[in-house]
């Protein structure tokens, strides 16, 4: 029921920035947690960052003090700000709504190369 809708993805030089967006429709935005998730080439997809519909956020380690999950409810929006990127985040990355109306985003790519 949920769609969503990811944008902001792109090559980007190593150290530096992107910010993604998720918009998404069809639900209840505010109620859902939101996540991103990343899919790397020969890799499974995993768990990057997740916020809760009260704004507690979590992130894998990997990315912990350069990435930022937020939403912004009145957009139907989650972003995922990510600074001081690194090659190893070149990744096709997913937005997801977890629950309590779940769906996945088609996805975005994230290019970090010199």
């Known amino acids: 029921q949920v769609q969503l809708v990811e944008s902001g993805g792109g090559l980007v030089q190593p150290g530096g920035s992107l910010r993604l967006a998720c918009v998404a429709s069809r639900s209840m935005f505010s109620i859902n947690t939101m996540a991103w998730y990343r899919q790397a080439p020969g890799k499974q997809r995993e768990f990057v960052a997740r916020i809760t519909s009260e704004g507690s956020a979590n992130y894998v380690d990997s990315v912990k003090g350069r990435f930022t999950i937020s939403r912004d409810n009145v957009k139907n929006t989650a972003y995922l700000q990510m600074n001081n990127l690194k090659p190893e985040d070149t990744a096709v990355y997913y937005c997801?709504?977890?629950?309590?109306?779940?769906?996945w985003g088609q996805g975005t790519q994230v290019t970090v190369s010199s």
């Open positions: 997801r709504s977890v629950g309590p109306n779940p769906g």
